[in-house]
């Protein structure tokens, strides 16, 4: 008896016998003649992007590289984070004193209910895009795998200015090393999460950190940093 | 919770009611029509601003309809591709043929794992072979971790729309619900209080979910890549921690490579919710070492599909990304519902999605489907892949009263009913003509309009009001405005 996997190709190529024998897929013409770079300046993307994440009802700041750990110290003090998860990888100069940092990594895993627990993550990101306003995570340098920017309720991302690409066709082309290489999964944030199930109110925060706070940081952070 | 209550739709064994039969219990409902106008203007709305602020918009549609045409061309290669490229990822792949076989895979997984509880993000595939209700059977608790699904499933109801499935409650309904199943006290009807509680419920299940179960925006024949694109972050809580990630899709959903999701994803989230990007978005390639579930399941599914594929005029409805912007634009879905349709895929979208996958003549609910529209064109205009709903509607109204006449013998061939579906058939198949019908219609049309709709019109075009109570044919239909606003014809 012919397997599914026998009996659904044999249907496929029934259907499809009006299809020339000698056709390859990629004889079929797909035009590409949408936008594949934003030619703006630098200043004006990085721009754009931090007007688009706070779209989202997302705090954005921008800082100079010397503000960053300032400023983490600022927001997590604002948010009154005790207990804030980070990956193993991140420098560890980011994390305040006072603050207990609840690393994660390969060797020393947190549970979910550890991460569930605490008060906030903090995290670098790999690209970030102009265009939508997105944060990607790949789970890259200073991120983490993925249920470290779920759990928590609060996520403060530090975005440098040279990962924030224009355009979304420059995300993809730039990540496609990470998914072929690496098989590394991969989230697109934009803003916190939301739903407009209800009358269609937006609520803002279902699943998820509710509260997503984003550092646009302006050159290298000083020596022995990130 | 019970789900005996819902009713049988096109997808369930048994007959299922034509189109014009439930649209009469949707438009006497008040309530139903008042939630439904309200949220498609706002979504039409926001579509078209988002829509709006893309100069290569135009650019993005032919490239993601040439995509989905030439996947369709050969999806045979692209299958075999994804299937190779997800196990080499890590992940294993089942192909199953129908509803039957795909649900007795999932289960047989779930319990392989001694599972008794899954949660679950929205996926109509799941809906279209009715997986929850056989898990159930098989003693296993489904959590449906969506919002409206989670309403939906409480109230055991059908959703009503691809995007906001419960649409048609409103937050005192919603209020009710919670209070009742979800034995919350307190609660007010502040949609953020709501919200609040029924993270609050599901953050417990997500937590000790041992399965999670998903369906898939899109699947990458050269990397393996899944796609699950979302607004709510559960499609992340089911794809992330669980320990086995089991994932349906229709064997439609494969593109060919990761670089189209620069195509996809633009297209998508504009059409859907309207936002630029939607909140969130996972993309998974097998299996990650320690990060996230490290056994993971992907579902091919047919179940009809291939008779989609056969038919070249029909097919381009597998074109279709979800993104339900078709269902906003359509002025009998805004005054039906979504219930209207008696399937998982309602709107301009199923109404030609529906009878094909399950058979023209099968079935007299599929069967009326493909004249549950005003034929306005609106649907074609704003759908962000091109599929030219008009023209398979036209299309399958000819293969239907093609089938009945074939089978009705001599006293259908005579009944006027059917030489008016003829007549309209041969008027449908040209799209000039079609034009030229439809101007002669609106000319023809005041004396028939009363109170802003139309009750019948006249002669040939008979058919074309099947559904009554349509709104009067516009002014000029998108199709003028088109080709005007561009200086053509
Ligand atoms: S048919 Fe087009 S507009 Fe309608 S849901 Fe599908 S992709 Fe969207």
């Known amino acids: 008896m012919a397997t599914a996997k026998e009996t659904i190709l044999r249907r496929i190529r029934r259907a499809t016998r009006d299809v020339p024998e000698g056709e390859r897929p990629e004889d079929v013409p797909v035009e590409r003649g949408y936008l594949l770079r934003d030619e703006g300046t630098r200043e004006e993307i990085v721009a754009r992007f931090a007007e688009n994440v706070a779209e989202y009802r997302a705090t954005v700041r921008r800082v100079a590289g010397d503000e960053l750990r300032s400023a983490i110290r600022e927001a997590l003090e604002r948010r009154g984070v005790r207990r804030l998860v980070v990956p193993e990888d991140l420098p560890e100069d980011w994390v305040p004193e006072g603050v207990e940092a609840l690393r994660d990594g390969p060797g020393s895993r947190l549970t979910n209910e550890e991460l569930d627990a605490s008060d906030g993550v903090l995290t670098g990101c790999s690209l970030g895009i102009a265009q939508t306003g997105t944060i990607v995570l790949d789970a890259g340098p200073g991120q983490g795998r993925r249920a470290l920017t779920l759990l928590p309720d609060y996520h403060l991302c530090v975005v440098r200015e040279e990962q924030v690409v224009g355009l979304v066709p420059e995300a993809f082309a730039r990540l496609e090393a990470t998914v072929r290489e690496k098989g590394r999964a991969i989230t697109f944030v934009s803003g916190p999460s939301a739903t407009s199930d209800i009358e269609l109110n937006r609520v803002e925060g279902v699943h998820g950190p509710r509260t997503l706070e984003v550092l646009v940081v302006r050159g290298r952070p000083p020596a022995g940093t990130g | ?489």
């Open chain 2, 1 to 489: 919770m019970t789900l005996k209550a819902r009713r049988p739709d096109a997808f369930s064994p048994g007959r299922t009611p034509p189109f014009e039969e439930t649209a009469k219990e949707s438009l006497a409902d008040a309530q139903l029509r008042r939630n439904l106008g309200k949220a498609t203007q706002t979504i039409r709305r926001k579509r078209a601003a988002a829509v709006g602020e893309m100069p290569d918009w135009e650019a993005l549609r032919e490239a993601g309809r040439a995509l989905k045409t030439r996947v369709m061309r050969h999806l045979d290669e692209y299958l075999l591709r994804l299937e190779e490229s997800v196990t080499r990822a890590g992940g294993t792949v089942h192909w199953t043929r129908d509803a039957g076989e795909a649900n007795e895979i999932v289960a047989g997984i779930v319990k392989g794992h001694g599972a008794r509880e899954v949660v679950k993000v929205k996926s109509i595939a799941t809906d279209e072979i009715k997986l929850n209700e056989h898990l159930e059977r098989e003693g296993i608790k489904v959590h449906e971790t969506d919002l409206a699904e989670l309403i939906i499933q409480l109230a055991g109801e059908e959703s009503s729309h691809i995007l906001v499935p419960a649409i048609h409650k409103n937050r005192a309904e919603i209020r009710e619900l919670f209070l009742r199943k979800l034995g919350v006290e307190g609660l007010s009807d502040d949609p953020a209080d709501l919200t609040e509680a029924a993270r609050l419920y599901l953050r417990e299940r997500f937590l000790s979910a041992k399965v999670g179960i998903s369906g898939a925006n899109f699947a990458v024949a050269e990397t393996g890549t899944v796609c699950v694109v979302e607004s709510e972050g559960n499609g992340r809580m089911c794809t992330t921690l669980p320990e086995v990630l089991v994932t349906l899709m229709g064997i439609e959903k494969v593109i060919p490579s990761w670089r189209d999701f620069e195509v996809f994803m633009q297209l998508l989230p504009r059409s859907s919710t309207a936002e630029r990007m939607n909140p969130y978005t996972s993309f998974w390639t097998g299996v990650s070492e320690g990060d996230g579930p490290q056994e993971f399941h992907l579902v091919l599914l047919d179940n009809g599909r291939t008779n989609v594929l056969e038919d070249e005029r029909g097919r381009q409805a597998l074109n279709c990304i979800r993104c339900s912007a078709c269902l906003n634009v359509c002025p009998v879905y805004e005054r039906t519902g979504g219930h209207a349709y008696n399937s998982v895929y309602p709107g301009p979208i199923g109404a030609i999605l529906t009878p094909q996958l399950v058979g023209i003549g099968r079935d007299p609910g599929p069967d009326s489907l493909p004249w549950a529209s005003s034929l306005c064109g609106a649907c074609y205009e704003v759908c962000p892949v091109k599929i030219n709903i008009p023209e398979v509607l036209i299309h399958l109204r000819g293969k239907v009263t093609r089938h009945k006449q074939d089978r009705g013998g001599l006293s259908a061939k005579l009944n006027p009913e059917n030489a008016a579906m003829r007549a309209m058939a041969r008027v449908f198949s040209d799209p000039r003509l079609y034009e030229l019908a439809q101007k002669a219609a609106r000319v023809g049309q005041w004396p028939l309009a009363r109170g802003g709709s139309i009750r019948h019109l006249p002669g040939r075009l008979a058919g074309w009001t099947e559904v009554r109570d349509l709104k009067p044919v516009p002014r000029q239909t998108f199709r003028e405005w088109w080709r005007e606003s561009r200086g053509e014809g």
